[in-house]
């Protein structure tokens, strides 16, 4: 596919990406994590109930996380940036950092990020790549819990408006590694749609939202990306 000058395309990144990276996809795998449903320790009610244990799941996804590369997809999506510049917006619904690591600058992660955390009262995010484990930890300057700054089952993701804003703007709309289950991501297609932008999915099977798409290619991210502009 040939971009021109005055494209403007809008990258929505999701789980399969990073799998082919051997980051685990809870939902792919059955949803549990030591015998817990990730809405056990992934959700508002969860962290009031034992934030120790989803300091625990956080730790682990931390330390995954840090162990994992960035593949073939990661670095195509970086060269693309730095050809495209501005006129490429990647919103993520991963929390991991190999879009970063795989060259990307302008990353948006829609659900947070796991190398942040944040004081559940200042609300202020800080980087943070320490793994909680034993003692949990709390805000240096009003002693308040902190927790993972990661949108959670029942949370709004972040920055919304300004997702919606990039997305107008767009000529092209690209869907990488993701299902079309999980909203609004899911409904960002629909959008497009109707307001007449170019759709394209990629990933190893067609998604839920399949129809919506005017082109689906069918393989892995990491084979298909390289080639695909």
Not at 12 to 19: H, M, Q
Not at 57 to 63: E, G, L
Not at 159 to 175: F, G, N, P, R
Not at 214 to 228: D, F, N
């Amino acid at each position: 596919m040939l971009l021109s000058k005055s494209d403007r395309v809008f990258a929505l990144t999701g789980a399969g990406i990073s799998a082919e990276s051997g980051l685990a996809t809870f939902r792919g795998s059955g949803g549990l994590w030591e015998g817990h449903s990730v809405e056990q320790v992934a959700t508002p009610k969860a962290w009031d109930t034992d934030p120790a244990l989803v300091w625990r799941f956080y730790s682990m996804r931390r330390r995954d996380a840090e162990a994992a590369e960035p593949n073939a997809a990661h670095f195509s999506l970086g060269k693309l940036e730095q050809k495209m510049g501005d006129r490429l917006f990647l919103c993520t619904q991963n929390v991991d950092d190999l879009h970063e690591r795989g060259g990307s600058r302008n990353v948006h992660h829609m659900h947070g990020s796991l190398f942040e955390s944040r004081c559940v009262k200042c609300n202020e995010p800080f980087p943070d790549r320490r793994e909680y484990l034993e003692t949990l930890p709390v805000c240096d300057t009003c002693g308040s819990p902190v927790r993972p700054h990661i949108v959670w089952f029942g949370e709004v993701p972040l920055a919304m408006d300004m997702i919606y804003e990039q997305l107008d703007q767009a000529t092209v709309l690209l869907v990488v590694g993701t299902s079309g289950s999980v909203y609004p991501a899911a409904g960002f297609v629909h959008s497009a749609r109707q307001r007449g932008i170019q759709t394209i999915y990629v990933g190893p099977e067609e998604p839920l939202n399949a129809a919506s798409f005017h082109r689906i290619e069918i393989g892995t991210a990491a084979a298909v990306l390289p080639s695909l502009f």
